[in-house]
């Protein structure tokens, strides 16, 4: 023991104190051993101490078995719905069609953010739509509903609070309604003018409550509705591949559908020449081109293409030591009938073509064969275009 603690018990024990036992002083090896004494101890406690609901409290294992139950069980609520589809689901088609204004979905909860979704379908395939909150409809986004609008509204009880009071307001708007619901008896299936009946669904949750395969239900409903209606817009021609690009410039979809007119070379960056020029006359032409492509084209008196002259034509020429070339007719040298796009094919199109046959320029013509533009792999890759 160290003197000044063997005196100090001394003295506490002449003044009639009990004496405290002294910490000892720390050391390296001390200070690690009690780490290792506190983390045993907390390990034994988690290991034993019981939870709230008696159970031990050791880390649970995922449930696999029960995670395949869930995606067979939401299969099986959108396999159930193919049964429903009838003369409802076709009224509602045709009043989607036929709507002037936007068709305005709304929910709340899960079915708010599955009104969302189907919204965004809806605006993207041609079919003009927002959402509408419903708590926030009865504090002026009403407004948001016009004259010839369709208000959507997805609730699989058809009771909640804030949906039975925006269905008062609409009904003095006369709003027409269409209902997506699992409940026929309920406050949204009686004021709603369609009523797409999802029948009863039961939760996968372990619970029963969370909104799982309902929710999954309303999305495919939802998406069966607004294809429905972009299939029928195409047949009437309102809707295209071309509408579909204009409303998603962004993204890889995107890029996937730019159009060729929109990355082709066109008016004084067109490389092209007449075909009855000699190679040297039609180069002497691309040389004043003040943007540089790695092909000409090569056309007739009406326009239309003939062929194209690319660098490795030139390249086999010089190598092949015939420098008399140069003052041919362009014609006897330049590669015939080239592989070629037409308006309105997309960049895509474009890219196929370009992989297939290793090419790195691709002409553009017109449905009379008239040469309208040229695409150059560049210019491809400058719009993000993975080749």
């Not at 504090?139 to 369709?150: A, F, S």
């Amino acid at each position: 023991m160290p003197r000044h603690a063997a005196a100090y018990m001394v003295v506490a024990a002449s003044e009639g104190r009990r004496a405290e036992p002294q910490a000892k002083p720390y050391t390296p090896e001390s200070g690690a051993c009690m780490a290792r004494t506190q983390r045993t101890n907390k390990t034994q406690r988690t290991s034993t101490t019981p939870r709230k609901d008696g159970t031990a409290g050791r880390r649970p294992r995922a449930d696999l078995a029960f995670a395949r139950q869930v995606i067979e069980a939401e299969a099986s609520a959108v396999a159930g719905l193919a049964d429903r589809i009838g003369r409802e689901f076709s009224q509602a088609v045709r009043m989607l069609f036929d709507c002037r204004g936007n068709v305005v979905t709304s929910g709340i909860g899960k079915a708010g953010i599955i009104a969302r979704k189907i919204s965004a379908t809806l605006a993207s395939t041609g079919s003009p739509s927002l959402y509408l909150h419903p708590a926030e409809a009865v504090h002026g986004d009403l407004g948001r509903v016009q004259p010839g609008d369709i208000v959507l509204i997805l609730s699989y009880g058809g009771e909640t609070s804030e949906v039975t009071r925006l269905l008062g307001q609409l009904e003095k708007m006369d709003a027409p309604i269409v209902a997506m619901t699992g409940n026929r008896d309920s406050t949204l299936a009686r004021k709603a003018e369609v009523l797409l009946w999802m029948g009863e669904i039961g939760e996968v949750c372990p619970m029963g409550l969370a909104p799982s395969a309902t929710t999954t239900a309303m999305l495919a409903l939802g998406d069966a509705l607004a294809l429905t209606v972009l299939k029928m817009r195409q047949r009437a021609g309102r809707f295209s591949r071309e509408s579909f690009a204009l409303y998603h410039p962004g993204g890889s979809l995107g890029r996937q559908l730019v159009m060729v007119e929109t990355v082709m070379r066109k008016a004084d960056d067109l490389p092209v020449a007449r075909d009855t020029l000699t190679v040297r006359q039609a180069l002497e032409r691309l040389r004043r081109m003040r943007r540089r492509s790695g092909a000409m084209c090569l056309v007739d008196g009406q326009g239309r293409l003939t062929g194209i002259f690319t660098d490795a034509d030139l390249r086999r020429l010089v190598e092949a030591g015939r420098g008399e070339a140069l003052d041919r007719p362009i014609a006897e040298v330049m590669t015939a009938d080239p592989k070629v796009v037409h308006v309105g094919d997309t960049a895509n199109d474009a890219i196929e073509i370009v992989n297939r046959y290793f090419i790195e320029e691709l002409p553009v013509v017109d449905g009379r064969g008239r040469l309208v533009g040229l695409v150059d792999v560049q210019d491809l890759l400058a719009t993000g275009v993975n080749l």
